[in-house]
């Protein structure tokens, strides 16, 4: 089925073909999506994320002569573990038949049930070691510090201790994250993951995440892009704490480097399976070169604005225009931008912190543009 689908910003995406049709259906009556067999021994596996528009994480299964190997786990709740257990049923495997679990990146929604899978069946884990090193960052083991270096960062880009304070909300909500698994397996750019029988090949691609995996099946000609390359919506580009590079000018080079593989078709850890690679690439670049282009606009009109202040800036949020949720987060961000009462706080009044910057929820700001 051919389609032209709106963009996040309404970018009309033409040269994209959506393959998994059953899963855009799915989407389109608001149900999940089936488990589908994909070929001899491959299945997509839906796994719920409770509460969130993104709505599941595709969970790719790889049947071996040793048993399974799953591309991503899917999200850390007893939900989220029911539905994997079932989809794994229905195809006549169960937990215990996995063997290794290919982690594309740290968000909770991809890692979340991976030690869990780990637990039940004696799986390894394997992630990048630049994804590894953040989750082995203190500020990742206990959700205190957590939550300090996380209003610490916001305060830095100008928010106030209170605003930060709300906008990174209880530690209580943060337990979970503290939690997430170490790998057990590192693997690096261009090595072939352990996989008896495929030729699934790493890809780094850091944008997302420092150390973001993508996985090209030399083999059936399928690029496994987790939250690299979307049909629909965009990955959220998060500074990252301890990181040094820009992560925007890192997942554009991710982009290129993407771009002309030689695939036949994109199974993304979110929405439906496409192709049309290179025009999705195409859209996705542009719309970060536009969004760029509003961003310097906008500095230029609020000379020694801080991001906070920017980033909720009314002439700049609108521009997001038909995506609702996260307009709507926008929204309420730039309202906390109006004047405050006589004798709050003004921008020269906050203490200043240096920036930092901790990623453990960046994808769980539900916004629907962001994953
Ligand atoms: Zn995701």
Same mark, same amino acid.
């Given at each position: 089925m051919a389609a032209q689908d709106p963009g996040p910003a309404g970018i009309e995406i033409t040269g994209i073909e959506i393959t998994g049709t059953a899963q855009r259906e799915a989407w389109l009556r608001r149900v999940m999506p089936p488990v589908e067999r994909l070929d001899g021994d491959l299945w997509s596996v839906p796994v719920p994320i409770p509460d969130?528009? +993104? $709505?599941?994480v595709s969970v790719y299964a790889f049947g071996t002569d040793d048993g399974l190997v799953l591309i991503d786990a899917g999200w850390g709740s007893d939900e989220s573990w029911q539905a994997l257990a079932g989809g794994l049923a229905s195809i006549g /495997?169960? %937990? /215990? *038949? %996995? $063997?290794?679990v290919l982690v594309t990146h740290l968000h909770y929604d991809h890692i979340g049930l991976a030690g869990r899978i780990r637990q039940a069946s004696g799986a390894w884990i394997a992630l990048h070691p630049a994804d590894h090193g953040v989750l082995s960052l203190p500020e990742y083991r206990t959700a205190e510090l957590a939550v300090a270096r996380e209003a610490e960062f916001l305060s830095g880009l100008g928010a106030t201790p209170a605003e930060a304070a709300a906008a990174v909300g209880a530690v209580a909500d943060w337990v979970k994250f503290a939690g997430m698994a170490l790998a057990d397996r590192l693997l690096g750019d261009g090595e072939l993951a352990d996989v008896p029988g495929w030729k699934l090949r790493a890809l780094h691609t850091p944008g997302h995440t420092p150390g973001h995996l993508c996985f090209v099946d030399e083999r059936s000609r399928r690029l496994f892009s987790g939250d690299h390359v979307l049909p629909r919506i965009t990955p959220n580009i998060s500074a990252q704490r301890g990181d040094p590079v820009s992560p925007l000018a890192a997942y554009l080079d991710s982009l290129d480097r993407t771009r002309? +593989? *030689?695939? *036949?078709e994109v199974l993304p850890a979110h929405e439906w399976r496409f192709r049309g690679l290179a025009a999705r690439v195409d859209a996705i670049t542009a719309h970060h070169e536009r969004r760029l282009a509003e961003l310097l606009a906008a500095v230029r009109r609020h000379p020694g604005g801080t991001p906070w202040e920017l980033a909720g800036a009314a002439d700049l949020v609108p521009s997001l225009g038909r995506v609702r949720r996260p307009d709507a987060d926008l929204r309420r961000h730039r309202d906390r931008r109006a004047p405050g009462p006589a004798g709050s706080p003004r921008p020269s009044d906050r203490q200043r912190y240096p920036p930092a910057r901790l990623h453990g929820r960046g994808h769980l700001k539900t916004s629907a543009g962001s994953a």
């Open positions: 969130n528009p +993104l $709505r599941y /495997a169960g %937990i /215990a *038949d %996995i $063997r290794g002309d +593989l *030689d695939v *036949d």
